[in-house]
């Protein structure tokens, strides 16, 4: 006996993008190309894990939420069993690591699943929700990891949320997460990159992009793609990392940063801004710098590798292993 | 105010492909093509009366239905007024000329519309019917016209149905006489050939090509995209014009053929059967024949140019126009 | 040491197309595909036997001819050793079996190498000629095998002539021959079947197709081809085989025929004269019919696999063993 | 009377690439592509003024040159009448305006013609020269523009060079010049943008890119361009604009520069050097640094709009019109 989830989760992931397609016949692209984009995270010959992370996803129990909290936390209160509960966290378990939470799901007591991720992810939600205002948008979440921030979107008020992602763990977290919070909600996740959505869709009101942009080899290209997905008017939310210093200062680590591969620009939040201008953007504010802690980002339970604190320099914290400045991420708020 | 019958039956199409899809991959590529497929067939630079045929589609009065017959007729029983009667009546019209029905839509007495098409497609289901069974059946009706044949092969038990036929006019045809039926039916249609659907989808128990085979140059290759189209055992339902003669009669017209163009192939029956079997397909039956008859095509109210009486010599109705042999049409039955 | 003659005749085929592509800018697109058909016949995955041929073509010796011979049959006279002489006959061997011919190579006395082909390819040569006149004519020869008649149309006064056959064998033995009879000669191999050429490119005076309607399951689809290739005014000559009956006759083998399998279409001469006409050539004349003798096609020392003699119903040779009638072959002209 | 250049270039380049492809069959990638590249350059819908240019080219005298230096300058001796001298300045005046040179092309006397181009193009040569070696060596210039560093190249010893640059202009420019020093030299122009040649080519051992780095969007999408044009172990020569500072500047102009649309990063050397180390580049060095002066690029006759003197501030040559640092190039060579 399993549930249904997925398979429901991309109905009306469909009737989503044909209902958009009615006014948006660019919606229609991205119709043709959605089963091909849901056929890939199936193919185990590209993603080995895929079909066991599916069969955890399939065998999670279903029971109706008491409530559902996605406006101060991502709370699902569910009444259930000790053998439902417990075979949930088991299954939960399976797909670690957990990166962006935290997911609370259960009975507020004795039998309540708290999925702690290496990220406190609601921390940063708090510094940047009170700069925009998501009431009745339609949102683009690029690089939405398991889709933790898409879920506090729609508590936000968004009318519609699509988050993506290219990874298979990310997608099936979502799932597994989606499955508890109600398969009908109107956020959607489709596991591709943004360079693979169709350009210029001008779909979204408001575009997220958090964490992105220094793993990118082309900043410009990436402000490009994440324009041509918005509406005009519609607003840009970019996080990234920085460094200090003025309009021409950009760090580009030769190797490694913090441990990361495919690290390239970290401009300072001078020159991100004329970035922005540049690529065409206006209005252009950064409403918060925050040097990331070790209550922030670590180690966890349910993520139990590596994380911030072992990136750091041991006797300098100032500094990564490798020497550069440690971790400081900048939010930018811009109008396109 | 307007109906909101086109985009349901496309939504419904969607969503059936997609449950086909669970357990058919193949239909992710039927999937893939149909924003394209819909988004042509709306295209005004391509059916330059496209708009004017899905408004009156859109502009037909929204009705429940009583009952709807598709067993031994086409009839929708509808408790309408005057008012929508006599707008259905006009709207119905401006999708003229109506080829292949016949279709009763109304309260059975004074406010009845009677769509009395050129073609008593009737005669033929009545001839074809006994010699097949539809029961669970999921269907293809290739050159399905208006879909008459379509909603019959539901009201004979089929599971599902979906005509296909690259002509806009007989497109909003069904969509309307669907409008009136129920856009929940599950008989759908897509407005291509059968050329346009990806190959070897083998995603059908029945496949219906009648009418079509005469006009293809090649039928070999039209044997071979209908056999691709049925599951392995599957039963191809073919009907096409033929000749008298033995396995090595084959007319080819040199020219027009009852005021036809685009006439290849009239093979005898002998010679069908030869193809049939040479095309893979084994338990080939010739199931009946019939000489087309002036009660079975002509003109009506509803298709009021030439029809069959025109295209006949004469004085001997034997002959065509061209002095070939008149029409006579042969239903083979075969097994892939 | 090998010699250079793929790659020289390469070379010359691509300086061939340039030079058509100055004033038929259509020829543009099959130098665009040159590339890949010429990489496709040395793939070796595709054609294990590839590397062998091609070997033994490279290692034939580089002997200048006294004279050459295309006229009255294909005939290069050279002076050499009796080293090269029982080299070039072994290495010739090795591009067995040999269909299309007769060629000799040699010195005309003891050093003389005569491939015996299965088929007097000149006795249909001789039949076919006098109907046509190739003087300064363009000529493309639709599955042309060795190239025999091709280097037999350069003979008849050509201009240039394309032979296009998707054999890799056959591809090897132009290869060898032309090493002999001279790189430079304006005949040219593409080893590619008709349907792979650009449509409608319209850049011959002069269309062979010899020996290749009967295996096509779609011979409208194939004389449209042909006459794509045709500029209008140009000769098409087709050679098929026939059988007797009147304008409705045409057999269809159910299975094979004289052995071979893929045999379609064997229209009457009627039959086929009027397919002519349909597909829109002019004068249409048959200018020769003939029973193939076995003294026409016949196993040799270079082709030493069964041959029509055992095609043939040993008791009736009027039929083949599948007791169809036995081959007769009609050569029609037409112009487009 | 119109001369064959530009197709017997054509020509020359289709033999170029034939015979590369004998031994890198990635060259047939470039055969396949080369029809459409030469028919887009010739698409007058696409470049207005091609046949024009064409057309100048194409009535340029055919004079057999005395002598052609490519090494010390460019200069073609010529001995020519009054009349072809002044015929073919006054062609040469079309193809303005020409932006690198000089050329010299003439008598060495009172029928001399002295193209003096925007650039002293001799100059940068002269800086860059004395650090590579193109003995023997298979050239690709990046952004070649009229090909004045190809032919020097040639005199410098290489093997063959392959021009590129996407301007009609400057291709016709090409042709213009190799008219005169000989269509048989094997320096070749193909008129693409590097992002249309296939990818990791690996076809040269040397590659340049001078003043084409600071009009990319995205640097290291160039850098990964160039490095897949190179065999392993060839030389990339990258010319750039630069500005003062250390491993993290980068100006990157929010508008203009020096009148520039499309500039986007200007690294300093030190930020320079660690990209095409993190490119994968090694043995990466600076080999000269240069304030553009008003010497090297200034209008002349035979480029008569604005030049650099106009694109500096009237009160401090330092700056730009924009207030930005004034042009300064580096010149880097680094391995793959």
Not at 280 to 293: A, E, N, P
Request: proline share 6%; hydrophobic share 40%.
């Amino acid at each position: 006996m399993t549930n249904n989830t997925i398979f429901a989760a991309e109905q009306a992931l469909y009737l989503h993008l044909l209902q958009t397609s009615k006014h948006h016949p660019k919606a229609g692209e991205w119709l043709a190309n959605l089963p091909s984009w849901l056929a890939a995270i199936k193919d185990k010959s590209r993603y080995a894990h895929a079909p066991f992370y599916a069969s955890a996803v399939a065998r999670l129990p279903v029971i109706t939420p008491q409530s559902v909290d996605l406006a101060d936390e991502f709370c699902v209160r569910l009444a259930w069993e000790q053998g439902d509960y417990r075979k949930s966290e088991s299954l939960l378990k399976n797909l670690m690591p957990w990166r962006k939470g935290p997911f609370f799901i259960g009975d507020g007591a004795d039998k309540q699943i708290h999925i702690d991720t290496e990220w406190r992810s609601d921390f940063k939600w708090q510094r940047v929700l009170p700069h925009i205002d998501l009431t009745g948008k339609r949102v683009l979440d690029v690089g939405g990891g398991s889709g933790y921030h898409g879920f506090r979107m729609l508590g936000a008020g968004a009318k519609s949320v699509v988050v993506i992602d290219p990874s298979c763990l990310f997608y099936h977290q979502f799932m597994a997460v989606k499955h508890f919070a109600g398969v009908d909600l109107p956020v959607h996740y489709i596991p591709v990159p943004l360079e693979s959505l169709p350009a210029k869709s001008e779909l979204f009101d408001t575009v997220f992009s958090m964490g992105v942009l220094y793993h990118r080899a082309s900043p410009f290209e990436h402000l490009e793609q994440l324009k041509g997905q918005l509406r005009a008017g519609g607003t840009l939310v970019l996080e990234t990392l920085v460094v200090d210093g003025d309009e021409r200062t950009v760090l580009v680590p030769q190797d490694r940063y913090a441990q990361m591969n495919n690290v390239y620009f970290l401009p300072s939040v001078a020159a991100l801004s004329l970035w922005l201008t540049k690529a065409g953007f206006r209005d252009v504010r950064c409403v918060d710098v925050d040097t990331t802690s070790t209550d922030e980002q670590r180690a966890t339970q349910w993520m139990d590798y590596h994380s911030l604190a072992d990136f750091l320099d041991k006797d300098n914290p100032a500094l990564t292993v490798e020497g550069l400045p440690a971790p400081k991420r900048a939010v930018m708020v811009a109008v396109r």
